[in-house]
């Protein structure tokens, strides 16, 4: 049975920082991307990062929002990804979802399979 | 950046109705469009990929058609379970964008 399990969420002051992790289990994670989406209070969904499971660094590619605040990192030997979030706005806060999606298979790309329940971060001073 | 209008942003249906929500993409995206259904406190869960393949698992009463810059999603007809918002996706280029939200409410 798939799993996602999102971790970390807290309460944080704008400007400071905030590491979550997703423990991923049921599915080999080497051949998934791993996302990070989020979801504002009362509002719709908001891509925020991605990397290749098995490509590790250097697969990265963030939304506009976060670059250069936020870092998308894996651990494959624990199936584990992550999300390090520093400089948090007031305008951070939201609902933080883990994603994946296998890889492309031929000419066939797929959406986001499997999520996490969500963890929340709310940025207030 | 891509950017994905989708019409209407609410909509009031019966149990029984046909439903369209439509997306709009602001430059071409192929067919790299995925649809997402969301209920209340709930992460999303993907029905469509690549524009109009069926995600396994989900009812035959939801379809998904387009290509290029116009998209829709249909619902045959409209089950109790169906009342959500759905959201369009576009996976052509980073960074991925969504729709604003389509709820479907209960008329």
């Known amino acids: 049975q798939v799993q996602l399990v999102e971790s970390g969420g807290a309460v944080v002051q704008p400007g400071r920082s905030l590491s979550l992790s997703c423990a991923a289990s049921?599915?080999?994670?080497?051949?998934?991307?791993g996302h990070w989406v989020r979801q504002a209070p009362g509002k719709g969904l908001e891509w925020v990062a991605v990397?290749?499971?098995?490509?590790?660094?250097?697969?990265?590619h963030y939304a506009d929002s976060v670059k250069g605040r936020f870092t998308i990192s894996t651990d494959i030997s624990r199936n584990t990804l992550y999300l390090q979030m520093n400089s948090l706005r007031d305008e951070d806060t939201a609902v933080y979802y883990c994603?994946?999606?296998?890889?492309?298979?031929?000419?066939?790309?797929?959406?986001?399979?499997?999520w996490g329940q969500g963890t929340l971060v709310t940025v207030s001073s | 950046d891509i950017q994905m209008t989708q019409s209407p942003p609410t909509l009031s249906a019966s149990v029984g109705d046909r439903v369209t929500i439509t997306c709009r993409a602001s430059?071409?995206?192929?067919?790299?469009l995925a649809w997402y259904q969301q209920k209340p406190g709930k992460a999303p869960k993907v029905l469509i990929y690549?524009?109009?393949t069926l995600e396994s698992g989900v009812p035959s009463r939801f379809s998904g058609s387009g290509s290029g810059t116009e998209f829709t999603l249909t619902i045959s007809s409209l089950q109790p379970d169906d009342f959500a918002t759905y959201y369009c996706?576009?996976?052509?280029?980073?960074?991925?964008?969504f729709g604003q939200g389509t709820k479907v409410e209960i008329k």
């Open positions: 990397i290749s499971f098995s490509a590790g660094s250097g697969s990265e």
């Open positions: 430059q071409s995206i192929s067919s790299w």
């Open positions: 996706q576009q996976y052509k280029s980073y960074p991925w964008t």
């Open positions: 994603a994946s999606r296998r890889q492309c298979s031929g000419d066939t790309c797929y959406g986001l399979e499997y």
């Open positions: 690549k524009a109009s």
């Open positions: 049921g599915f080999t994670s080497s051949s998934y991307s």
